[in-house]
C-alpha cells in the first residue's frame, strides 16, 4: 500500500492580480484557507503568483493551454523538502497545475499533490 504524504503546507493556484481584482475573488484561495484550517496546516496565500497575464485557459486547445502557461507563475516561499497539497478548483487539461508542479519540484518539494472539487474530461 502507498499512503499520501500529509501536506506541510498548502497553496492555491493564483489568478493574475488584474484577473482576481475583476472577478473579486479567488477561487481556489476560497476553497484552500477551510481545508487549511481543518486540518491544521499552513497555508501560504501569497505564496504563489502569476505573473504574467495568460489567455484564458478554457478557449485554448490542450496544447495551446500548455504553452499559455510557460514561465506564467513563480513560488516566493521555499518548499524544498516539503510536501505540498496544491488547490484548484476545477481541473481540465491538467495544464495549470502540471505548470505548477513541475516549478515546485524544480524548486525541491518533496512531494505535490493536486487537490480539486472537479476534475473535467
Do not use: M
Not at 5 to 33: E, F, K, M, T
Not at 66 to 73: E, G, S, V
Amino acid at each position: 500500500e502507498q499512503y499520501l504524504n500529509r501536506p506541510d503546507l498548502i497553496l492555491a493556484v493564483p489568478l493574475h492580480a488584474s484577473r482576481c481584482w475583476r472577478r473579486g475573488y479567488n477561487q481556489s484561495d476560497l476553497l484552500a484557507r477551510p481545508l487549511a484550517r481543518w486540518l491544521g496546516c499552513p497555508y501560504r496565500p501569497a505564496a504563489l503568483r502569476r505573473v504574467r497575464k495568460t489567455a484564458l485557459q478554457q478557449r485554448l486547445s490542450a496544447g495551446a493551454r500548455k504553452r499559455n502557461l510557460q514561465r506564467a507563475f513563480v513560488c516566493t516561499v521555499s518548499v524544498a523538502g516539503r510536501h505540498i497539497a496544491l488547490v484548484d478548483d476545477v481541473v481540465t487539461t491538467g495544464s495549470t497545475v502540471a505548470e505548477i508542479a513541475a516549478l515546485l519540484r524544480r524548486q525541491g518539494a518533496a512531494s505535490v499533490q493536486i487537490w480539486c472539487v472537479c476534475r473535467t474530461l
